[in-house]
């Protein structure tokens, strides 16, 4: 089917999927807010007399939209409008940590009661940047008023955008995500914080005794901003590569929740793990993956994995920008239509679900025209549209041929590429507008991969005739192919 063929009916699909939908999503004003938080998780430590990862700091997003009409397009508002935060039930942080009373060994900073870092408090505006509104450094605990003694690490916060006469235009009620679960010795793998410290090699005057210790104050770390001593290393490069003699005896995401939060609060609770059985590992690779990755160049925090690196081209990020950071259809950020980092809609925790919810009446991806577009039509095929367009040349560039047979498939196929031996790879199966259908992740033994696919999608049911795309990837090894399906 020519590209402008194909173009066309994608927008005429996605006409009808409005006109379809339109009347059932729930009543909406003249403004939406779209919010969310940028990580996923936020972690903390609760107390911090002996030593310091990470401080109560929490980020906030939001945009607001005015809503299309029949006569107009919808709009990214970026002045006259402010966006204010609150965490209802969560009034205060004091009592719930011992921040305030070390921030000055540890920061240098005297700071007011529950007052953050960067000055902002559990109430108070997001800060306009563009059309993107920000609070960071919300010094918010996974502890309500309440029961402020039980971890609930997926508090919902609300934010109200108003207009210049304090007006209410919208609201929204994002998950302001938080844990406490990043203690070495809750985790059950040390003894005590003594044995911690005492074992750490006295180097660059490093004295045990001397607390608290900021680890970042050594060890360079993105995340808070610090440059450390350049022969110390990143924290993360430390801490992976000392602890990756666990690759051997644990797996997947129970492996990481003993410091990425946590056994508890399972931080990675999104649609790609839900749905897709997709582990920490899945993208990151294992303890030893991220310490050489670090040690070859990788600067933690800043250089992570992409979206296009599986989904290609069609549903990547911004060039050079991590997902969320990224804007895409008419400048909504990413993370507005499919949630943040490691809880990308829809998420196993209901409070993720509550704002697209409220928008579609539906969990999930926010893929409702009207939503944005009110009573009016949009033209084109969708957020992704120009990319889908070219899926097949984006696909296949830059590939080695990826074997398949047989090709047409009726009943499913194999597919065969070189590999490398020992290393884990994956066989990624793209529909014609570049979704992905189906993943297969596998190690060879030998230097030639060999994997079978059934025809069926991740759900286990048979996909449908038509074209679709296989790729092998094996770290900067890759191998496509075309494959038809017939019945």
Not at 122 to 146: N, Q, R
Not at 151 to 158: C, D, M, R, V
Not at 429 to 438: E, K, M, P, T
Request: glycine share 12%.
């Amino acid at each position: 089917m020519p590209r402008r063929t194909r173009f066309a009916l994608l927008a005429a699909l996605a006409l009808v999927s409005t006109a379809a939908v339109a009347a059932t999503i729930p009543p909406l004003g003249d403004h939406v807010v779209l919010s969310w938080n940028d990580l996923g998780m936020h972690c903390m430590n609760q107390w911090s007399a002996d030593f310091m990862v990470l401080p109560p700091f929490n980020n906030l997003q939001g945009q607001v939209i005015r809503r299309g009409t029949a006569t107009s397009k919808p709009q990214l508002i970026s002045g006259g409008v402010t966006l204010e935060y609150s965490v209802p039930g969560n009034t205060t942080s004091m009592g719930k940590t011992d921040f305030w009373t070390y921030a000055p060994a540890i920061f240098g900073v005297t700071l007011p009661p529950d007052i953050g870092l960067t000055g902002k408090g559990l109430t108070g505006t997001l800060d306009p940047i563009g059309t993107l509104f920000e609070a960071k450094g919300i010094p918010v605990t996974p502890f309500d008023d309440a029961q402020p003694t039980i971890e609930k690490p997926y508090q919902k916060a609300l934010v109200i955008a108003r207009d210049a006469q304090g007006r209410e235009l919208a609201r929204s009620t994002p998950v302001i995500p938080v844990s406490i679960e990043v203690n070495c010795v809750s985790s059950g793998c040390h003894s005590s914080i003594n044995n911690i410290l005492n074992g750490h090699p006295r180097e660059a005057g490093f004295d045990p005794n001397a607390r608290p210790i900021l680890c970042a104050k050594c060890h360079a770390s993105p995340a808070l901003g610090t440059a450390g001593i350049r022969d110390a290393g990143y924290f993360s490069f430390r801490i992976h590569d000392q602890h990756k003699f666990l690759d051997s005896r644990m797996t997947g995401v129970d492996l990481c929740n003993k410091c990425h939060p946590g056994p508890k609060t399972q931080c990675l609770r999104g649609a790609m793990s839900q749905r897709h059985a997709l582990t920490c590992q899945s993208c990151h690779g294992n303890m030893a993956t991220m310490a050489s990755s670090i040690e070859n160049g990788r600067t933690p925090w800043v250089n992570e994995p992409s979206c296009g690196g599986c989904h290609g081209a069609a549903y990547a990020e911004e060039p050079g920008k991590l997902y969320r950071m990224s804007t895409g259809h008419g400048g909504v950020a990413c993370e507005g239509c499919h949630g943040s980092t490691h809880a990308d809609f829809p998420s196993r925790e209901e409070n993720d679900n509550a704002n697209n919810i409220a928008l579609q009446g539906y969990a999930g991806t926010l893929r409702e025209c009207a939503v944005c577009h009110g009573d009016g039509v949009p033209q084109g095929g969708g957020p992704h549209a120009p990319s889908v367009a070219g899926v097949g040349d984006a696909m296949l560039a830059a590939s080695s041929r990826l074997g398949v047979f047989p090709n047409p498939a009726r009943q499913g196929c194999s597919f065969t590429a070189s590999a490398t031996p020992g290393l884990s790879g994956r066989l990624l199966l793209h529909d014609a507008q570049g979704r992905i259908v189906r993943m297969i992740e596998a190690t060879p033994s030998g230097t030639r991969m060999s994997l079978a696919w059934d025809g069926r999608d991740t759900r286990g049911v048979r996909v449908g005739p038509g074209t679709y795309f296989a790729r092998w990837q094996q770290e900067g090894r890759t191998a496509a192919a075309r494959v038809t399906v017939v019945r």
